[in-house]
């Protein structure tokens, strides 16, 4: 709640309470006329009751003197007689027409009328009935009304008389002030600030937001004192504030207090005061306003927390710093400064001190003291930023200095002078550049070619070795553009210009071209790029190391060359393999009929031992005929083109099912549905055949089981193969995928099974390695790249 709101709330409260003492006068006043008129019917009663009952015009004589409005009625309410008072104010004359009393009540007291009536009717007088009427000429009216019956010689009613009082002004100033109250009510209830109402320390009202703001209820605050929940830092300062709030014309005041909240937490409030003043001078009630500054109050103690960490973090910097006002008088210095320039006190003596005189006791430390002191004076009327500004010193010393102006919304407070000792770092740079020339004659006769460029690739060095690579002196080269001075060959073009990108960005890296070098030869060099920093460290331009490589180029050339050769050999060598193969079958398929023959028509003839021999040699040949396939298999993986299609696995793994051996105790079966991939449909039956073919027979279990799953991720698909199998020994588990390598004495096995699975994975980037416990089975994993070039060796 601001200012205006408060002033706003304290003159309604001041304007009622002006209202109330006016209406209690009023009411006063209004009391002692009814008792008054009370008194003049009692009077008149006794004389009405006989005027009545002689009907004589001589009743107007009985109340000509009553001054407030009177009026006689009969049980029915019309109208027997009623003074001047009364005519005037109901606007009627009832010698002139019937006037019924009923009919000039408001619609909305018409049944409150009528019981006050039947009241009138059973004790035979009625106080203070109020009610509104409608008046003739004066429209609508609150009246309050004192009446009483007038009985006749037997005692029985035969009228009614009364007097009306025109209260309609005493109750548009009592809605008055109940409308001011309720807004009044609902400013404080609605105010964003906690209000209290205290009288004698004592809270006598607390409103939404103060009992929202603490947490208690508003009864159980009117149990307490402001003092119950809430302290000062400093009880002092309060009374002098009270006291002197009291003297003035304000009587209020402004003052944080820490209040304490039901559930234990506290927080900070702006209190202001308000007091009024009783007759006797005495505080008659405060009003306390409350505004939540918790968040600037912590906001403060950090500042103020920062503010110290900032003063010891530049007390102690290694920089020596100064800060002057705006009227060059130091705020504040630290120890490095004081012993920079030999000041012999702390510090903090130096704060106040007009740093504009005091500096002159010091002007003869420096080289040219007249022209530092006027370059101080010319910096600080710039009022400019100036950064590693030299101050050379009478004993060897060079300072640097750096000077900022600082600016509070354009308002100029000061400024900050920083000053380093750069004597070491200067003589570091002179030694730097004699080093600097000392190796600029060994970089200019080093075999490799160096070139320095700026930001833009203009070229600001070479050395001799450069210029003999690209065949052009090195006054030619420097200040050309390096896009220009070096012709690129056109695929490399791009190439050269993101390297150099990169070296805008802080990346060293190392790269390849072809270019052509100034006799018309195409060379190839390889390239080694870094970025060159200034001082900043920001960087200004590239260094490149360029190294001539097209010896190592033919070579590789040269290499390639003889790789076509060999796969050009390797085809001839397969191809070989086909004949040799077919050749050395048609023998064995004639030894293996041989064989048959003898059995058939010798077994009879010949031993156990004989016909033994006979099955031995035939089995012998069979296995060479399966080494023979075998061989031929593996030559041929990895030259067969593959017609890449979608392949179901779910139908290979049907097929693969009713063309092998599978004995009766061994299940194949798929944990989940396969999925359909793209690759070539004979090489993934290969693939899987050769897995499930070495699973079913390996298994010892009454109940054998094969269980096939996959899964997969962007790149890959995996498989799984499980058996529950005699198991594969650890030292087995890298063999098994070499050629001619076997496990265990089944000698059907030819060792070429799974190493043809290993070179169909290879073609498939791919990879392929098993889990295994003896005597609890095996599990293959295999991996296939989705949608992927194929390899080719």
């Known amino acids: 709640m601001d200012n205006n709101q408060v002033s706003i709330l304290k003159r309604a409260l001041e304007r009622e309470k002006k209202a109330r003492k006016t209406a209690e006068h009023l009411l006063e006043n209004k009391a002692k006329e009814l008792y008054d008129a009370s008194l003049h019917l009692k009077e008149a009663n006794g004389r009405l009751e006989t005027l009545l009952n002689n009907k004589g015009n001589r009743i107007d004589s009985a109340f000509i003197n009553i001054i407030d409005p009177y009026v006689v009625m009969d049980m029915m309410t019309n109208v027997i007689n009623m003074n001047a008072s009364a005519k005037e104010f109901l606007g009627y004359d009832h010698t002139k027409e019937e006037v019924n009393l009923s009919n000039l009540v408001h619609p909305d007291y018409v049944e409150y009328t009528a019981e006050s009536f039947k009241t009138l009717m059973q004790v035979g007088i009625l106080k203070n009935y109020s009610a509104k009427i409608i008046t003739k000429t004066l429209g609508e009216k609150y009246v309050n009304i004192n009446a009483s019956l007038i009985y006749n010689e037997s005692g029985s009613p035969i009228a009614a008389q009364g007097v009306i009082r025109d209260i ?383 010896a190592q180029k033919n070579l590789e050339l040269q290499k390639e060359n003889l790789l076509k050769e060999l796969e050009a050999s390797n085809k001839g060598l397969q191809e070989y393999a086909h004949i040799v193969s077919h050749d050395l079958k048609s023998p064995l398929r004639s030894v293996s009929a041989l064989a048959t023959w003898m059995y058939d028509d010798y077994k009879d003839s010949l031993d156990e031992n004989g016909r033994y021999n006979l099955k031995m040699m035939q089995e012998k040949i069979e296995g060479m005929d399966k080494l023979i396939t075998g061989i031929l298999k593996y030559s041929t993986v990895n030259s067969d083109t593959l017609d890449n299609t979608s392949v179901d696995v779910n139908e290979v793994i049907r097929e693969i099912e009713e063309i092998i051996y599978i004995p009766e105790n061994v299940k194949i079966k798929t944990k989940k549905k396969l999925p359909s991939i793209k690759a070539d449909k004979t090489k993934i039956h290969q693939l899987f055949q050769n897995f499930l073919s070495n699973a079913v027979v390996n298994i010892d279990k009454e109940d054998g089981l094969v269980e096939i799953d996959y899964k997969e991720d962007k790149t890959h698909w995996e498989f799984s193969i499980k058996d529950n199998g005699v198991g594969i020994p650890k030292e087995y588990h890298q063999k098994i995928f070499q050629i001619f390598q076997s496990i265990g004495s089944n000698e059907r096995s030819t060792g070429i099974g799974l190493s043809i699975v290993k070179k169909i994975i290879d073609r498939y980037h791919g990879r392929v390695w098993l889990e295994s416990e003896i005597g609890e089975g095996t599990t293959f994993y295999f991996t296939l790249q989705k949608e992927s070039k194929t390899k080719k060796t």
């Open 168 to 550: 309609t002004q005493e109750v548009e100033i009592r809605n008055l002030l109940e409308n001011q109250k309720k807004q009044q009510d609902i400013i404080v209830e609605n105010s964003s600030l906690g209000i209290l109402l205290i009288v004698k320390d004592k809270i006598i009202k607390a409103n939404k937001s103060f009992v929202e703001l603490l947490g208690y209820s508003e009864l159980e605050l009117k149990k307490l004192s402001i003092n119950d929940i809430s302290s000062l830092e400093d009880s002092n300062l309060y009374d002098d504030l009270v006291q002197k709030s009291l003297e003035d014309d304000t009587k209020k005041f402004s003052i944080v207090r820490k209040f304490y909240k039901k559930n234990g937490d506290t927080l900070y409030g702006k209190t202001s005061m308000s007091s009024l003043k009783d007759s006797s001078g005495d505080i008659e009630y405060s009003v306390a306003m409350i505004e939540d500054i918790t968040h600037e109050k912590i906001s403060e103690e950090k500042i103020r927390a920062s503010e110290e960490r900032m003063t010891t973090l530049i007390k102690n910097l290694q920089t020596g710093i100064l800060l002057e006002d705006q009227d060059r008088k130091i705020v504040l210095a630290n120890q490095k400064f004081c012993d920079l320039f030999g000041i012999p006190v702390s510090p903090d003596v130096l704060k106040g001190v007009n740093s504009e005189k005091s500096i002159h006791k010091y002007k003869h430390m420096f080289l040219e003291p007249e022209e530092a002191m006027k370059g101080i004076d010319q910096v600080i009327g710039k009022k400019e930023v100036v950064t590693a500004d030299e101050m050379e010193l009478l004993d060897g010393r060079t300072f640097e200095r750096d000077y900022i102006p600082l600016f509070n919304k354009d308002e100029y407070q000061g400024h900050l002078w920083s000053y380093n000792d750069v004597t070491l770092r200067k003589n570091y740079r002179k030694n730097l550049e004699i080093q600097k020339e000392k190796y600029s004659s060994i970089i200019a006769n080093m075999n490799l070619g160096l070139v320095e460029v700026d930001n833009d690739e203009n070229i600001l060095m070479v050395n001799q070795s450069f210029s003999d690579m690209i065949g052009r002196s090195t006054d030619d080269l420097i200040g050309k553009n390096a896009k220009e001075a070096i012709t690129i060959i056109d695929e490399d073009r791009q190439k050269l210009d993101l390297h150099n990108q990169k070296r805008k960005e802080g990346i060293s890296d190392s790269y390849e071209v072809e270019v052509q070098v100034a006799n018309g030869e195409k060379r190839f060099w390889l390239i080694s790029g870094a970025p060159r920093y200034d001082d900043a460290g920001k960087v200004i331009g590239s260094i490149g190391i360029h190294l001539d490589i097209t």
